[in-house]
């Protein structure tokens, strides 16, 4: 366990560090546009790769993926490293960097998501999962400033190269973790020798993945997480991400305001996970999740609304806590009531759900923002996560939903010598 919670967020760090840093890249180079075209680069390839990667990590081993692409992403790393160092830096090596990460990180997610049905038993997913956010949010924490110390005292050759070590660190880690086996019959592999051109193979995993998406669409559990995730992200990614800025700039909080205000967010959403660290078995899970996305609803439209710094960082402070417990009991119960072979099939769907809902949110984001202001994008975000949560809530068998609780441990039966008889 402790091989994966350090490669994870060596990982999830050396993610962060990598996004900053070549954000700043494009930057410096002056071109107009370069920055949303770049990152536009890294999102596309991911999206289309995600549709076939969960049969992929269904079929094969999702260890051996996360090495692999671990391994490629800190190559990418140390060639992005070079070209910046010999002042061979140009859009087009940017766009191939960007490129080359997004296809990989396609790869990674659902096989990194799928992972810990095979290092822990269902009972202990509840932790695991408590465990995933906690690294999760640290990372994303701490990746920002390390990147920004990098850049600044040694420019962006120094952050490009730092992410490469953290990624060869994460593949080290993740080397050492043991799998148990697979819990269920491995879906069928297209065989090499049976393809005679790309053609079928790609066929074959397509159909894979239908299928696996099949599942998620006949389980109306899976189904209703997916939906409350989706609403979810689709009314708090755009706000909080591209608004913090835009309404910090409005209430005149200033940029150290918008670094509270993601520091108090990120705080919250740590406490949140390590407070079900401690927890082995979430009694009612399925009301805990619809409180805590309740919660969210209603402190992101609170950050709108407030225009005291210190009262905004309160509810940002309360949005992370929602956050941190959502993350962490749905994460959990998607891995429970996964099907065993279908489960990196479902963090396929689960990325693309957050990737999608994301992309959209931005877009709305930036439109509320521009017709009527930057506080109306939270008010309208709380809004709608407010109205997904009321609508899953109409449904008793996501209400009721439980996580497994913990198999007690056997008693050792106490030997006691057997009196002694007697020969009367």
Aim: glycine residues 14%; hydrophobic residues 55%.
């Amino acid at each position: 366990m402790t091989g994966w919670v350090v490669g994870f967020g060596c990982s999830v760090l050396a993610d962060q560090v990598f996004f900053l840093s070549l954000a700043w890249a494009a930057v410096s180079l002056g071109v107009p546009g370069l920055v949303g075209l770049v990152l536009a680069a890294a999102s596309v390839p991911r999206i289309l790769v995600l549709l076939v990667s969960g049969a992929v990590a269904d079929a094969r081993s999702p260890k051996r993926i996360i090495i692999g692409t671990d391994s490629g992403r800190a190559l990418v790393m140390a060639v992005a490293a070079a070209a910046v160092l010999m002042g061979d830096l140009n859009a087009w090596v940017l766009l191939g960097v960007a490129v080359a990460v997004g296809t990989l990180d396609g790869f990674f997610l659902p096989a990194v998501g799928a992972l810990p049905v095979r290092i822990a038993p269902p009972e202990l997913m509840g932790r695991v999962s408590a465990l995933r956010t906690v690294t999760q949010r640290v990372g994303m924490l701490g990746g920002g400033p390390l990147a920004g110390w990098l850049i600044h005292l040694f420019g962006p050759s120094a952050a490009f190269a730092g992410s490469a070590v953290l990624f060869a660190l994460s593949v080290g880690s993740l080397a050492l973790v043991t799998l148990a086996p697979r819990p269920g019959p491995a879906p069928a592999v297209p065989d090499r020798a049976s393809t005679s051109s790309p053609r079928p193979l790609l066929a074959r995993a397509w159909a894979e993945t239908a299928a696996g998406f099949q599942v998620v669409r006949g389980n109306r559990v899976l189904a209703g997480l997916l939906l409350l995730i989706g609403g979810m992200n689709l009314g708090f990614a755009g706000p909080f991400t591209a608004g913090i800025p835009l309404l910090a700039a409005a209430h005149g909080w200033g940029a150290g305001g918008a670094g509270l205000l993601v520091g108090a967010f990120g705080a919250g959403a740590a406490a949140g996970g390590l407070g079900l660290l401690a927890v082995r078995h979430v009694a009612h899970a399925g009301w805990v999740q619809l409180v805590a996305v309740a919660s969210m609803g209603l402190t992101l439209a609170a950050v709108g609304v407030v225009s005291h710094l210190g009262v905004a960082l309160a509810a940002a402070l309360v949005l992370g806590l929602g956050s941190g417990v959502f993350g962490t009991v749905v994460y959990g119960l998607l891995l429970n009531l996964s099907p065993a072979a279908d489960v990196g099939r479902v963090m396929a769907l689960l990325s693309l759900t957050l990737e999608g809902t994301a992309a959209l949110s931005f877009v709305a984001t930036s439109a509320v923002t521009t017709s009527r202001s930057a506080g109306a994008s939270f008010i309208l975000g709380g809004l709608l996560i407010l109205a997904t949560t009321l609508a899953v809530a109409t449904r008793p068998h996501l209400c009721q939903l439980r996580t497994e609780r913990p198999k007690p441990i056997p008693e050792t039966p106490v030997l006691r010598p057997e009196p002694a008889h007697s020969s009367r």
